[in-house]
């Protein structure tokens, strides 16, 4: 694959998610009962810096929790290959019963990994609202899913590949579009 362009650096993430962190802020009128839930893998640092901002915004530590979607995928039957999936530890330690749960991921696609999460977050109470903060929305829904929190919106094709890496996992922070080969 070779990349195409580069959508965001590390100057426009750091401002996508501190305007996302006011966002969220502003819709909940505070951040009473308001608890950020990142899906692994790249959703947990993003949850983690949007922890941070609220706090520098608000000063409140807002619950953080990370969650693993891989047994509540829908494709999981459908993967190559002979070895078992890798799962990840969820660690939600707060209740999250009559809460306000913000799903925080990096790029919302199909909705199928939103699905997930809200399935598997189910399984660990009743959330009085489920929230979405995506850092890219690039379109090509198969599921009737939508940010209430978006970085940025990237219209791509379905012949492109978008990218995030964090420095948290991947040492540099950038959203770039590839092409498939």
Not at 14 to 32: F, M, P, Q, Y
Request: charged share 30%; no cysteine.
């Amino acid at each position: 694959m070779k990349p195409k362009t580069t959508v965001l650096d590390e100057a426009a993430i750091r401002r996508a998610l501190t305007r996302i962190s006011h966002e969220i802020i502003e819709k909940n009128k505070g951040v009473d009962d308001v608890i950020l839930v990142g899906i692994k893998t790249r959703g947990v640092p993003l949850a983690s810096r949007l922890q941070k901002r609220i706090n520098d915004i608000e000063g409140v530590i807002l619950p953080n929790g990370e969650l693993d979607i891989t047994l509540y995928r829908d494709d999981l039957t459908t993967k190559s290959g002979q070895q078992e999936p890798e799962l990840k530890e969820t660690n939600i330690e707060t209740n999250i019963d009559g809460k306000k749960v913000v799903l925080v991921d990096d790029v919302l696609y199909t909705g199928r990994t939103v699905r997930a999460a809200m399935d598997a977050l189910m399984d660990h109470g009743r959330p009085s609202q489920i929230q979405l903060a995506v850092l890219v929305d690039r379109g090509h829904r198969e599921l009737p899913i939508r940010a209430d929190y978006v970085g940025k919106n990237v219209p791509t094709s379905l012949d492109e590949i978008v990218t995030v890496t964090v420095a948290e996992t991947d040492e540099e922070d950038a959203v770039v579009i590839f092409e498939k080969n």
